[in-house]
T-cell receptor
Framework: IAGITQAPTSQILAAGRRMTLRCTQD?????MYWYRQDLGLGLRLIHY???????GKGEVPDGYSVSRANTDDFPLTLASAVPSQTSVYFC????????????FGPGTRLTVL | GQNIDQPTEMTATEGAIVQINCTYQ??????LFWYQQHAGEAPTFLSY??LDGLEEKGRFSSFLSRSKGYSYLLLKELQMKDSASYLC??????????WGAGTKLIIKP
């Protein structure tokens, strides 16, 4: 693989179900990010990680959790999905947490019914 | 609060020039980014400005005025493949990106 991959590409989920969105990068980037993108709104940061073993909350963290056990993987978990979490989710990474260009994965389109 | 403003939609003609403006109010400034996003795809990096002035990269140029909280993206010799959304983002004092809602650019033959 080259770059960032996300899985699944799309998913329809019943409300109340647990779901993990996967993100893997092979660029050895230190920092990784999860965004959601909704029509008419800018990308909004959910959680981020500046380096393996550390995570931080972004603008809209409620209902989501992340972990960063190693450099390459940064999964996003919805513990109990709600319809307002219907969105397109993008994972991104950058060399360092500060001032560096972010590169995006292809996205996961999630629908919660 | 933090705010990034850009026009919702613009239309231009193939072969012409278009300027997409972005104004911002953020807590701190550590650079401004422009990304391109085709429908159904991921954003891809176009340019980065941290100092005042014009950065040119092929058909695309980006300008920054920090004192005015203003940037623009200039696209020359427009091609049909330039039809996309253009996202303006500012890196704030916490080194987090604050994103505008994007400008949808429609290119007509």
């Amino acid at each position: 693989i080259a770059g960032i991959t996300q899985a699944p590409t799309s998913q329809i989920l019943a409300a109340g179900r647990r779901m993990t969105l996967r993100c893997t990068q092979d660029m050895r980037h230190n920092a990784m990010y999860w965004y959601r993108q909704d029509l008419g709104l800018g990308l909004r940061l959910i959680h981020y990680s500046n380096t393996a073993g550390t995570t931080g909350k972004g603008e809209v963290p409620d209902g989501y959790s992340v972990s960063r056990a190693n450099t390459d993987d940064f999964p996003l978990t919805l513990a109990s999905a709600v319809p307002s979490q219907t969105s397109v989710y993008f994972c991104a990474s950058s060399k360092a947490g500060e001032g560096d260009t972010q590169y995006f994965g292809p996205g996961t389109r999630l629908t919660v019914l | 609060g933090q705010n990034i403003d850009q026009p919702t939609e613009m239309t231009a003609t193939e072969g012409a020039i278009v300027q997409i403006n972005c104004t911002y109010q953020t807590s701190g400034f550590n650079g401004l980014f422009w990304y391109q996003q085709h429908a159904g795809e991921a954003p891809t990096f176009l340019s980065y400005n941290v100092l005042d002035g014009l950065e040119e990269k092929g058909r695309f140029s980006s300008f920054l005025s920090r004192s005015k909280g203003y940037s623009y993206l200039l696209l020359k010799e427009l091609q049909m493949k330039d039809s996309a959304s253009y996202l303006c983002a500012v890196m704030d004092s916490n080194y987090q990106l604050i994103w505008g809602a994007g400008t949808k650019l429609i290119i007509k033959p």
